[in-house]
DNA sequence: GTTCGTGCAAACGATTTGCATTACT
DNA sequence: AGTAATGCAAATCGTTTGCACGAAC
């Protein structure tokens, strides 16, 4: 989690890759809140980049390995760093709130899957729906 | 899993909805293909009825509870039966297939949740992304 | 001086919506 | 008759792409 905008701008320098305002900006903005949910709209105004800028630049970060996408419901793709861990949610449907889902839960299936399909699931992040404790005891 | 169009139907008129040429055709069709992955594009080409048609009815008959959609990846939503048990799947990067999650792998999953975070997910349908044992096998 | 990256605008696929027409009930 | 459902086209949202210009190496 210590991640730093030199951090992601090596991870594109060892690509060959150039590194432009643009990509140092998108690099920061990445770093500084690579704990919310970010979205390529989102980051783009925080930066002055182009969102295809930006979505080029997530390309790139994706294919390097460092960055990730997933797609919740509906809305835009969420990206987060490929080495965080908190990505697998469980989301309450009453009160919206999410918390994680144990590891060790995640590695069972995981192993569970792998070993009865030869499927294996990438690490992204995912989340399941359903009811949190709190919400199944305020009612019937 | 034996439904039939006219349960689709009787779902529609319990809800005072009309019944039209259109619907007639759309619930025949997703009665008839069920099993498989159905998109409301896919839905369209089987039936005469325009693409918006079959949204709207889609719509309504998720909100009756008979049908769920979710979003699978990049492409089209999926809609199935709600009460159709397969829900859960591994859709691969690669290849773009899916199969289904092993019954008891998810199960385990479900059970392991509970019992540490009393959060009870819901049956809805989940995918999880990765690799299928064919694509990892045709590849480094 | 190349090649790569950028902005812009237009193209895109999936979905939604406004509106006038049609058809259930 | 009255209201709900349809088709169509246009609008929308997220994302991708073509292209000419500008910047990194």
């Known amino acids: ?5 030199e951090t992601l701008l090596d991870a594109l320098r060892s690509q060959g890759m150039r ?9 920061e903005e990445i770093a500084a809140r690579h704990a919310e949910h970010l979205t390529a709209a989102s980051i783009s105004t925080g930066v002055e980049a182009n ?7 997530l390309e ?3 294919e390097a390995g460092i960055v990730e996408h997933s797609h919740m419901g509906h809305g835009p ?11 697998h949610h ?17 590695e ?12 294996v699931p990438s690490s992204r992040h995912f989340a399941m729906t359903g009811l949190c404790k709190e919400c199944r005891a305020t009612n019937a």
């Open 1 to 5: 989690m210590h991640i730093t905008a």
């Open 77 to 87: 793709a969420v990206y987060h760093l490929a080495d965080d861990a908190e990505h």
């Open 19 to 27: 590194i432009t305002d643009a990509r140092v900006q998108i690099c």
């Open 60 to 62: 790139v970060l994706e």
């Open 51 to 57: 969102e295809s800028t930006v979505y080029r630049t």
């Open 108 to 119: 069972a299936l995981v192993a569970g899957i792998t070993a009865e399909t030869g499927f």
């Open 90 to 106: 469980l989301v309450c449907e009453r009160c919206g709130r999410a918390e994680a889902l144990p590891a060790a839960a995640y």
